[in-house]
């Protein structure tokens, strides 16, 4: 609760320092007692005082105007606005919230190594289609299936396909390069490095490639000018020299292969992921948005649509996908910025920008991003990172980036358990250093715009489809202050009767407004400011509790990025698992009851024995979705509730410790399944 500021004392014309200070409307409500305190003081105009709090707003309740006060109190007392809200977040500092996809292989694949890593905060498993076979990559869908069945976290599969690549042959043995040597590139077979002759495997390098053109061995770590072109030779002068071996990957910086994005192996790959049951798709070598459609096409045929869908994430890394950045985006579920081939197409001083680019445009429609690529390369090698890339980290994750990735590190890096600490630690102290001095990602930066609507009110039709209320109702949970949440009753807001309204079920006077296109207007005015630093679930400092059947609102709650996590409760494992991508969400099973109250109480306990929460912390429940649980029809519902204590257990009593534990497993059970009494 927000404690009622003390009397303070302003010198003449603060008042006007401070409606410049504050946006609208806090600046009504106290400029407007402000005003009231000067013609009722000592009538010598020396001062202006403000008030105790007094009702002013919500009627009955007293907070609308305790909240404006507060804000006041903070100014005069020249607190930082991020500050006051944040000072002890030392006490009790809410989870890592920024996910992380590691890669398996030998050096993780065993299943001590694997749960090892699942226990230490890998959230998503990520299948690389370039390396190991369908048996190997079979072994290790079972292990997270099985972690997932013993109900020791939540971890989604991400199958990566290989994609189109261009590659040079085999080799006799290792070609050893030094500057100003020649090479000759050729897409006749059996060239195997005699006489620095190689064969490559796609049959348009000739025509693809153009004198003066930049050639890149594994994304830059040997260059090539090409020098002259024939009919079936790219011939070729090296500048950066080293040892090339066999099957090397070849790019032209600044082109795109004219490859088919998805290969017939991939075509196999993705069969055998939906045989398996993955729950991403991770395409590489995304040109433009219509392989991304014929992809979502074919897994439609398949029956794989709705809840059962898999997601698709496409891969930025070629000169193409960069050209085609929005339409992309539009399509895909979500995106990974693959910036070891994005950096071999382009300059790579461009990296930066592109990895920017990306991460905003996703973050601007909903839709989760991983940055990948080199995060903590040296530690494949070596037990600790540069510090540019515990840096390179860090910016990830201050842009916004629903999870980061480790590939080589834990697939066959020596320290993959050191390397995800790494991330992890380096991970959860960014984000507190952005909650300590800068608050909340969405409110943006010098180089990002702040994160906002997904569809803007003035773009939505005048309707009460259910879709417009959730995001609206996802963005006041996340944004607005506490004065509508600390009421005795939930807070409604439905589309009963024809029309959207806000509505308080115990009649505090707050008037509706008609929804969807009006009532985002009337809210920015009457209930909170855009881009307000109060907002609920932050100033209250306690975590949102969502019950989702398909996983739209915690998907919404996440792309306004409150600072606690969203506990999501859900009955369907698919929806489960891919939630395990987003940015703050902790997805949890449990089949729901009947009755609201008998579930929520569930999922209390559920929390409470997991260690999520404790007694007496504040939590907020949300409920919201087009079919509805336990409520009436298109509408959503949030309340603020204190998690239960712990009963008291009589030391005294020799039989109590073992009724007590009899107790602790009932609940568990019944937590687990409705089912049990």
């Known amino acids: 609760m927000l404690a009622a500021p003390q009397q303070r004392v302003l010198a003449p014309g603060a008042a006007k320092g401070i409606r410049a200070r504050l946006p609208s409307p806090y600046h009504r409500l106290i400029v407007a007692t402000a005003r009231r305190d000067a013609t009722a003081g000592d009538g010598k105009g020396s001062a202006e005082r403000l008030p105790p709090p007094r009702a002013l707003a919500l009627g009955s309740t007293q907070l609308g105007v305790r909240l404006a006060d507060q804000v006041a109190a903070d100014l005069l007392a020249g ?24 890669t398996i292989g030998p050096t993780s694949c065993d299943r001590e190594s694997f749960f090892r890593l699942a226990d230490a905060g890998m959230s998503v498993v990520r299948l690389n289609m370039s390396h190991g076979s369908h048996e190997s990559h079979k072994a290790v869908v079972e292990l997270a299936r099985e972690y997932n069945s013993l109900g020791r976290g939540n971890l989604a599969i991400m199958m990566d396909t290989k994609g189109p690549e261009v590659r040079s042959g085999d080799v006799a043995e290792p070609l050893q390069l030094a500057p100003g040597d020649n090479v000759v590139f050729t897409i006749q077979e059996g060239a195997d490095g005699k006489d620095n002759r190689i064969s490559v495997n796609y049959d348009e390098f000739v025509e693809d490639a153009s004198v003066g053109d930049m050639l890149l061995v594994d994304g830059g770590i040997m260059s090539m000018e090409v020098q002259r072109i024939t009919d079936t030779d790219v011939e070729c002068r090296v500048v950066d020299g080293g040892t090339l071996g066999s099957r090397r990957h070849l790019n032209i910086r600044g082109k795109s292969a004219n490859l088919p994005a998805i290969t017939d192996r991939d075509w196999e790959d993705i069969k055998f992921g939906v045989e398996m049951g993955v729950d991403y798709y991770a395409l590489s070598f995304v040109r433009d948005a219509d392989v991304i ?17 898999i997601g698709v994430l496409a891969k930025i890394e070629s000169a193409d996908s960069v050209a085609h950045l929005d339409d992309i985006l539009d ?3 979500g995106a990974m910025v693959a910036r070891g081939d994005l950096g071999a197409e382009l300059p790579v001083e461009e990296v930066p920008y592109w990895q920017s680019q990306i991460v905003q445009g996703c973050r601007k429609r909903g839709k989760p991003v991983i940055v990948a690529t080199n995060m903590l390369e040296s530690m ?223 999922a209390l306990t559920m929390l409470k024995e997991r260690g999520h929460l404790k007694g007496g912390q504040m939590v907020a429940l949300v409920q919201s979705g087009r079919k509805a649980i336990w409520r009436a029809a298109s509408t959503h519902v949030i309340q603020v509730r204190t998690v239960p204590e712990d009963p008291q257990v009589d030391s005294e009593d020799e039989s109590s410790d073992g009724e007590h534990s009899a107790a602790v497993l009932a609940r568990r059970a019944s937590a687990r399944d409705p089912g049990h009494a």
């Open 79 to 102: 607190a930082d606005a991020g500050a006051a809200v944040l000072d002890d977040f030392t006490d009790s500092p809410p989870a890592r919230k920024t996910k992380v996809v590691c």
């Open 293 to 309: 459609y014929e992809l979502k096409d074919y897994l439609a045929k398949q029956g794989l649509v709705g809840t059962s869908a």
């Open 331 to 333: 399509a895909v579920d």
């Open 380 to 602: 494949v090698q070596n037990p600790t990172p540069t510090r540019a890339e515990v840096s390179d980290i860090a910016i990830a994750v201050r842009e916004g980036a629903d999870a980061i990735m480790l590939s080589g590190e834990t697939a066959y890096g020596k320290f993959p358990f050191k390397s995800l600490d790494t991330m992890t630690t380096v991970a959860r102290r960014t984000e507190l250093s952005m909650l300590r001095y800068q608050g909340a990602r969405r409110f943006g930066s010098t180089e990002a715009p702040p994160i906002d609507w997904i569809i803007p009110p003035h773009r939505r039709t005048a309707s009460t489809k259910d879709e417009g209320l959730s995001e609206i109702f996802a963005y006041h949970t996340t944004t607005v202050g506490p004065a509508l949440f600390l009421l005795p009753q939930p807070l409604i807001l439905g589309s009963d009767c024809g029309r959207a309204q806000v509505c308080s079920p115990g009649g505090w006077g707050l008037r509706p407004g008609v929804a969807p296109r009006v009532a985002g207007t009337w809210y920015q005015q009457v209930l909170t400011p855009r881009n307000s630093f109060l907002q609920m679930a932050n100033t209250l400092k306690c975590p949102l509790i969502v019950f989702s059947r398909k996983g739209n609102m915690p998907a919404l709650l996440s792309h306004y990025r409150p600072d606690w996590p969203i506990f999501c409760f859900t009955e369907n494992e698919l929806v489960q698992r891919r939630l395990a991508l987003y940015h703050g969400v902790v997805a949890l099973y449990m089949r729901f009851s009947e009755q609201q109250e008998v579930t929520f109480d569930r």
